[in-house]
């Protein structure tokens, strides 16, 4: 059985990944700022076998605890999930710096340490996978929404996966950065391209066909490569 973590799993996207998992069998463990909050999550201890912890990705300290926690697990994925949009005014003069830096860390770092926090997890796998959820906005080629906060963190999480793909190649570690599709989500609005079941679905599949050659480039969640 497969064990899969997913962070950021208490709504849309994230939610409905965990439903899918473990309606296929595996061993998922998810994180989230407040699982006693989590209400739906919670209920999904039900369909298989689910494990909640608390993880707030704004915070080093909470995602050490949390990797801390998975000591000696083995950890067959992991799904850099959680991320925030700054829904304030996105022009040039309505860009505030503070929320900017707190975009970043959870949107573009936070993965990178979670990754790391649980990277000897990983390589007991035979076929370890790490897949961040980004966004078209982080593609420099699309002509988008002028959100500066958001935008950026994407195209560094990018970079950032691009980069982690090519020091974990010779360790056998599969890595990439996708793109959900716009999701009728929280985030994403209810004017939206897909559903989070469709989109989750897409993941899912992804992932469970990944192969090396597919490392350290970006990719759609209908499986289609996105250009950077």
């Known amino acids: 059985m497969e064990t899969v973590v997913i962070t950021g799993a208490n709504r849309g996207i994230g939610l409905e990944m965990t439903k899918q998992f473990l309606n296929t069998n595996r061993r998922v463990i998810v994180g989230c700022r407040n699982p006693s909050e989590a209400t739906a999550l919670n209920d999904l201890s039900s369909v298989g076998e689910l494990s909640v912890f608390q993880l707030d990705v704004s915070d080093s300290v909470s995602i050490k605890d949390f990797c801390a926690e998975l000591s000696g697990v083995n950890i067959d994925i992991l799904i850099n999930n959680?991320?925030?949009l700054d829904r304030e005014k996105q022009g040039m003069l309505g860009v505030n710096a503070k929320h900017w830096l707190?975009?970043?860390?959870?949107?573009?770092?936070a993965p990178f340490e979670v990754a790391v926090?649980?990277?000897?997890?990983?390589?007991?796998?035979s076929r370890p996978r790490i897949v961040s959820v980004s966004s078209q906005l982080g593609s420099l080629h699309l002509k988008g929404p002028g959100l500066y906060s958001y935008n950026s963190s994407k195209a560094a999480l990018n970079q950032v996966m691009k980069i982690m793909s090519q020091d974990l190649e010779a360790d056998g570690v599969i890595v990439c950065p996708i793109h959900p599709g716009w999701v009728q989500t929280d985030m994403g609005g209810s004017e939206a391209d897909i559903t989070p079941q469709e989109s989750a679905g897409g993941i899912i599949s992804f992932i469970d066909n990944l192969t090396m050659e597919q490392s350290g480039r970006f990719w759609q969640w209908n499986g289609e490569e996105h250009p950077w």
């Open 117 to 125: 926090g649980l990277l000897e997890n990983l390589k007991t796998s």
């Open 102 to 109: 707190e975009t970043f860390k959870i949107n573009s770092i």
């Open 82 to 84: 959680a991320g925030v």
